[in-house]
């Protein structure tokens, strides 16, 4: 007697806050969605998210100093992205982003290769981080 096993390891995570669902076909996965988010903000194959966003999404963290034209001292500082939707957080990792309905693309946010399962944990780990 032949027996047939069927079983396709799908699991899905949603964060009920942000309606966002996140699949993974690892059999086993060790770290929550959270926890795959904060990874990837912190070491995203490239240079890290904190180091110009801060822990969490903050922002705040000095990128460079600068002089305008009038040689005045300035700070290039990284920006909040703790309230970014998803479609601006992917635009960013693009870097394109809309601006009065124009897509700009930005001077100094890297590019960066990720995945949408990646941009997604990233998302997800930026609104938890945000709400403590």
Do not use: W
Not at 90 to 97: D, M, V
């Amino acid at each position: 007697m032949k027996q047939l096993l069927l079983f396709i390891p799908i699991f899905l995570i949603a964060n009920q806050d942000t309606n966002i669902t996140i699949q993974s076909d690892n059999q086993e996965s060790f770290l929550s969605t959270v926890e795959y988010g904060r990874m990837l903000y912190k070491n995203p194959r490239g240079i890290s998210c904190q180091q110009c966003h801060g822990i969490g999404g903050r922002g705040g963290q000095k990128i460079a100093k600068y002089y305008d034209k009038h040689k005045n001292p300035k700070l290039l500082r990284g920006v909040d992205i703790r309230n970014y939707s998803l479609e601006e957080l992917r635009a960013s990792l693009k870097n394109e982003y809309k601006e009065n309905n124009k897509t700009k693309y930005h001077k100094i946010m890297p590019l960066y290769y990720l995945t949408e399962e990646e941009v997604k944990a990233i998302y997800v780990y930026l609104h938890k981080n945000k709400k403590k």
